[in-house]
């Protein structure tokens, strides 16, 4: 399965799994994409059942090629459908041939640098001038960092069929566990294969999504299996509230499910879907001293749209140098900056990426980004992990960066780990996610947008998991450990890579999607997506407040 996704991805293609179904369930699987591949006249951005079942009809009957799905056609479903992600109206977007392809770090026919020589600009690095008296209140404190979870150095998986299948036990194991021992609707909870032969009122059953649908009188089927055995549950259209429910319930994802056998015994009414959500009693991790982690993503060093005057307002701010007194003594109580990747533009990760680079060789874009973060202070411990524009693995978990690249940020206070990760800074818990998988939550969830992160983070702290659609948007590693499970409540949960600026909470959680440090590209005008850059999340580790530095705007 996972090379025929591979096959239609390495084109800018994303197959939705009723078509992938299809293909799985033809003779020779392989053989069958190769002829969909060679005998697509353009590749488009999603592969419908349709597509292939009209060119498997051509073969057929041998008649002259019917003429492809036109250019505007797939323009006009892109719009449509970005619309709805992106939470408004995408009005007059003009996509040109080239546009069709979708954001795909794995194709390497993406990675075109231009013709012509260009002359790079490379971000100026500033002097930082000693401030008289400015003695920061961190620089008395030590750092406290404890890395909790990573897969940087853990990492085992060879992409085998062995491989999915301790994937997927492993997500199923944690996770029904979780929901047995901490949700009181599942305490009673049986395998499948006896809950169908029961004779008991009602059941209780855990398991993972198999498949998920509406049926054409609008009900909800949910497929749900386990070791034992697969059950066919269903949200009745008339029950809003059960629909609802189950109209949130994604693919491959693990949930429980309380409910009523039907009187064949075919089919499990649904009467509640059961997620593992945070407590409402869930009480979260202090400081013992009034210190402060920053939270700055999406740098995007390399890119023209980088935001160097802001930038460089930042790092005078953080030195003392800028800024009241309030915001000065804020700068000196700052002790962790943490950077949820994306920390420079990379290379070939969107259409026409190249035309809008300043600096277009990707180490070299490192080395500027090292250059930058020198200047931060030394009493300032940095944690930096990747993101899907970094130079590491496009599967994720990710582990963190290749060695060639940390030596570029010798002797510096850096702390270098994949993505997710959880770590604590001075015993508060943090889980770290660049966001990837945001998108598919938002294509996936009919009443999620793109451009409401923290929304989307709240319904991945309900489900525990970061990304559980395997096949989606976000390319995922067959590790023997589900390191996408939300195994563990943080006290701080943040994300980056949708480039906006928000606060929020969830049971005690503080949520922060950390803004970014480059301005509207090229491809976001495109989809008529407005960024909230260059501004700066800041949490009071003793008191949980959270504040935001601006520096979009002057001080």
Not at 239 to 246: K, P, T, V, Y
Not at 312 to 341: C, H, T
Request: hydrophobic share 35%.
């Amino acid at each position: 399965m996972n090379s025929i996704i591979k096959s239609f991805s390495e084109h800018g293609t994303f197959v939705q799994p009723d078509t992938l179904e299809y293909i799985l369930s033809k003779e020779n699987p392989k053989e069958f994409t190769s002829f969909i591949t060679k005998n697509l006249q353009e590749f488009p951005l999603i592969l419908t059942l349709n597509q292939v079942k009209q060119i498997e009809n051509i073969s057929q009957v041998e008649t002259l090629p019917v003429e492809p799905i036109k250019s505007q056609e797939v323009k006009e479903i892109q719009t449509k459908m970005y619309s709805e992600i992106f939470g408004g109206e995408i009005k007059s977007v003009i996509l040109e041939e080239n546009d069709l392809e979708f954001d795909d770090p794995d194709k390497e026919d993406q990675i075109k640098l231009p013709d012509e020589k260009i002359e790079e600009s490379i971000p100026h690095v500033i002097d930082i001038k000693k401030v008289k008296g400015w003695k920061p209140k961190a620089k008395e404190y030590d750092s406290e960092i404890e890395i909790i979870k990573d897969i940087t150095g853990n990492s085992v998986c060879e992409g085998t069929t062995d491989d999915f299948t301790k994937l997927f036990v492993d997500r199923y194991s944690v996770l029904r566990n979780i929901l047995r021992k901490q949700r009181r609707e599942l305490a009673n909870a049986i395998p499948i294969d006896r809950a169908k032969k029961s004779d008991f009122k009602e059941i209780q059953i855990v398991g993972i999504v198999k498949e998920v649908r509406t049926t054409s009188n609008g009900h909800r089927l949910i497929e749900l299996e386990d070791e034992s055995d697969t059950a066919t549950c269903i949200a009745l259209k008339d029950n809003r509230d059960i629909l609802n429910m189950a109209n949130e319930v994604v693919l491959d994802e693990v949930i429980g499910i309380r409910g009523q056998l039907s009187k064949n015994g075919d089919l499990v009414v649904i009467k509640n879907v059961v997620y593992p959500d945070i407590s409402i009693q869930n009480e979260r991790h202090k400081s013992d001293v009034s210190l402060y982690a920053a939270f700055l993503s999406d740098i995007h060093i390399g890119s023209k749209q980088f935001m160097e005057d802001e930038w460089q307002s930042f790092l005078r701010w953080i030195n003392g140098e800028m800024g009241n007194s309030r915001q000065k003594d804020v700068a000196g109580k700052i002790k962790y900056l943490v950077i949820p990747g994306d920390v420079v533009d990379g290379i070939g990760i969107y259409p026409q990426q190249d035309k809008e680079l300043s600096i277009v060789d990707v180490y070299r874009q490192y080395e500027a980004l090292a250059d930058q973060l020198r200047l931060i202070p030394d009493h300032i411990s940095m944690i930096i992990q990747p993101g899907n524009h970094d130079a590491v693995r496009p599967a994720e978990p990710q582990p963190t960066f290749e060695k060639e690249i940390q030596d570029l940020f010798s002797g510096m206070n850096m702390n270098f780990v994949g993505n997710p990760c959880y770590f604590s800074l001075h015993g508060v818990e943090v889980l770290s996610y660049h966001g990837q998988s945001l998108l598919d939550y938002a294509t996936n969830i009919q009443h999620l947008k793109y451009n409401e992160p923290v929304e989307i983070m709240k319904v991945m702290l309900r489900k525990h998991h970061l990304a559980p659609i395997y096949g989606g948007y976000t390319p995922l590693a067959p590790e023997h450990l589900d390191y996408m499970v939300i195994n563990r409540i943080p006290d701080i949960f943040v994300t980056g890579h949708v480039h906006l600026a928000q606060i929020s909470d969830y049971r005690g959680i503080t949520l922060i999607n950390a803004s970014s440090w480059q301005t509207q590209t090229s491809y976001q005008k495109m989809l008529n997506f407005v960024p909230d850059s260059g501004k700066l999340p800041i949490v009071n580790l003793k008191s949980g407040n959270v504040t935001m530095m601006d520096f979009s705007k002057k001080f």
